[in-house]
């Protein structure tokens, strides 16, 4: 194992640059002995000379000029960890989050208005489904996630941060559509287009009607809210989605929100992350930024919040 310090790859790297002893004793603010002497322990550590004196001046041996670029990479490797630790206490750090699918209908309103207030701050964004946003969260691969309710047996730390209701989508023109306080077994005769396995809005369907001893019947299986409300407008069935998802059918009458007794299932959005995850500066300030509560936030998320549906609809 070899044994030398960061003192000596210092003096190692300012010489070696300079090809002198007395410029890198100049840069260093160090005497001259104390250089020669640095670079005489790191050469019998090393077990090779890495400078050779020929008349009056030095160069790197051979092995001396390997050296020099190990050299350099540890040094950067030093600089890189010391302005990713000066990231993580500031807010020009990187902020990553994994959020359900459903949220990437609001998050990116959410980051928008985050970023105008922190320019500095990186952000990645990962979408995917609820099952995988767990996943992610057990292997701890990323500061934070949104999603909604979390499971209790998983050591997480859930907060609600906003409201999230699900509501019956069906085409503007379905028998339905004018019909008012319409009891949950006039749904039994209806076909229902369902999200994937291991989707959080799958999951809150299926336990609402088996909670009501309600067998829905299902059709076509799809993995995105998107081909869902494309199904619905094309007349394959209804939909049990987000709001989040259809404000812009809603508001261009493509779909429509049937008025369904029950409904809409009432939701909570929640930032989540590993119970004792110390969290970097730029993620708890966007933590905090979350629960100030979504009046504070963006029109586009408020636009939502502010509905009645499907009263006014
Ligand atoms: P998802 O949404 O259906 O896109 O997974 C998560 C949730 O509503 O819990």
Redesign the pocket.
Known sequence: MLHITLRQLHVFEAVSRHLSYSRAAETLHLSQPAVSMQIKQLEESAGVPLFEQLGKKIYLTEVGKEFQQYCRNILQQLTDAESMLADFKGMSGKLSICV???ASYFTPYLLAEFCRRHPQTRVSLSVT??EIVLQRLTNNEMDMAI??RPPENLDLDATPFMD?RLAIIAPTNHPLANEHDIPLSRLAKETFLV?EQG????I?VERFFAERGIALTTGTEMSTNEAIKQAVQAGMGLGIL?LHTVLLELETRRLTVLDVQNFPIQRHWYVVHRKGKRLSTVAQTFKDFLLEGVELLGDQVNAEHDKEYPANL
């Open positions: 359900a699918s459903t489904n609820r999603m909604g999230n999200r989707s959080g809005t799958r809150t987000s």
